[in-house]
């Protein structure tokens, strides 16, 4: 195994909620979900959230309707919408390159810098949709070439927030003397990437500050861990973690267990599948025929991004103690989806992140605690 940096256990696990701008909710399924993709719905949410303890919303880029998420508001505008309605949140805003470029992206994302007092972050997905970008006219282009398409987006949009007269001669973006004014502030908006392909792991071992992937166990978290962390440590980088899991807290295991198997007995289930054979081609499309997806079960399909196989589905006790399982395996945020995000998010921030503080600080290394 290649070296590594050393971790840093005592620096607490953050939080983050996937921002519901999208209709339909997180998972595929008929289920009752008290959540709506609406903008009063959302600005309550994400006042709830900073209050309950989260550090970060996720919003979620889509163009068109497909497998559910009939509706989608756009995540920059949606974005700033709710760091304006909030005091400490900081939201990631969603970028997909294609529709975006790094130019508009980087005004974009100064502008809203500078109005939020720097609580703005992106995420830089690199697509899985084929029909969307057929819908809008967007050339597909082969799996490693949107890597290597998003991994110039990133360099550019640095260039471009921290150097004045930049210059650029890249395959996909091109500069010549070009002064951002103003530029974000300081410190620069985090840039977080989404997806666990090969190609995905090396450009975020290079560029990115923050790696996002599907729900998973520990085991196979801290496989990937080491995979990105031993490249970027070859560059002198550490790439935090963050790891989708879809969370359904309640009293008893029991409770939290049926409602997950509701959630899958009314699942639809030419909508799962649709969805599964999309994603499914997508991963199958890189060089080592693999990718996000590769080994979903039509009940991790469910939800969109394999949220159910980080299992924190039990009670509060059980959660923390997972959570702490996959901070254990190199993880630095989770990244929460809920069926009733208003409700399920207060409960968590009461019942879970102090249990999650509470062993954090009895693990605490005695020469870390001053
Ligand atoms: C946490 C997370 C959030 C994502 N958000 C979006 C999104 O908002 N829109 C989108 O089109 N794709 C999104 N994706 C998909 C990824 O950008 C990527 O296309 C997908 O994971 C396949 O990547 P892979 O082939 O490297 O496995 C997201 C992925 C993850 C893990």
Known sequence: MAARPPRRPHEPVKFAYWVPN??????????????????DYNRELARIAERSGFDYALTQIRFTAGYGAEFQHESVAFSHALAAATEKLTVIAALLPGPWNPTLAGKQLATISQLTGGRIAINVVSGWFRGEFAAIGEPWLDHDERYRRSEEFIRALRGVWTEDSFTFNGDFYRYRDYSLKPKPLDPLPE????GSSRAARDMAARVSDWYFTNGNTPENVARQVDDIQGKAAELGRYVKIGVNAFAVVRETEAEARAVVDEIVEKANPDAVKAFGHEVKNAGAASPEGEGNWAKSSFEDLVQYNDGFKSNLIGTPRQIADRILDLKDAGVDLVLLGFLHFQEEVEFFGREVIPLVRELEARRRPVHAAA
């Open 191 to 194: 840039i977080f990437q989404g």
């Open 22 to 39: 999208v209709s339909g909710g997180l998972v595929i399924s008929d289920i009752e979900q008290r959540t709506s993709w609406d903008i």
